[in-house]
Nanobody, 127 residues
Framework: QVQLVESGGGLVQAGGSLRLSCVAS????????MAWFRQAPGKERAVVAA????????YYSDSVKGRFTISQDNAKNTVYLQMDSLKPEDTAVYYC????????????????????WGQGTQVTVSS
């Protein structure tokens, strides 16, 4: 079992920034993918960004490309999501997820592809 704990959510004005963190309880697999999803009320959970274990591969949804940056610190078993130029439409619960699989052939946008999830952290962007 891998436990994921997110932090860093909160209330911010439009144009502001937040940095989310996700700490994994352990990392025992040679290959894995870490990702951030978000879910707004009445909407499906959608992938925001993903990163491979080596950090050589990253993915961003079109809606956040150029504004959000995913990174990780393997020594701390932590993945980050730096969110800049936030918009009201970024308001959602943000979830950290991990798949104990390789990047090649990954179905990054499918929540079902991931093995473990965090409990989520609320991000609210006011206009």
């Amino acid at each position: 079992q891998v436990q994921l704990v997110e932090s860093g959510g909160g209330l911010v004005q439009a144009g502001g920034s937040l940095r989310l963190s996700c700490v994994a309880s352990r990392r025992t697999f040679r290959v894995y993918v870490m990702a951030w999803f978000r879910q707004a009320p009445g909407k499906e959970r959608a992938v925001v960004a993903a990163i491979s274990r080596s950090a050589t591969s990253t993915y961003y949804s079109d809606s956040v490309k150029g504004r959000f940056t995913i990174s990780q610190d393997n020594a701390k078993n932590t993945v980050y999501l730096q969110m800049d130029s936030l918009k009201p439409e970024d308001t959602a619960v943000y979830y950290c997820a991990t798949a104990q699989k390789g990047w090649s052939g990954a179905d990054l946008s499918s929540p079902l592809w991931y093995d473990y999830w965090g409990q989520g952290t609320q991000v609210t962007v006011s206009s």
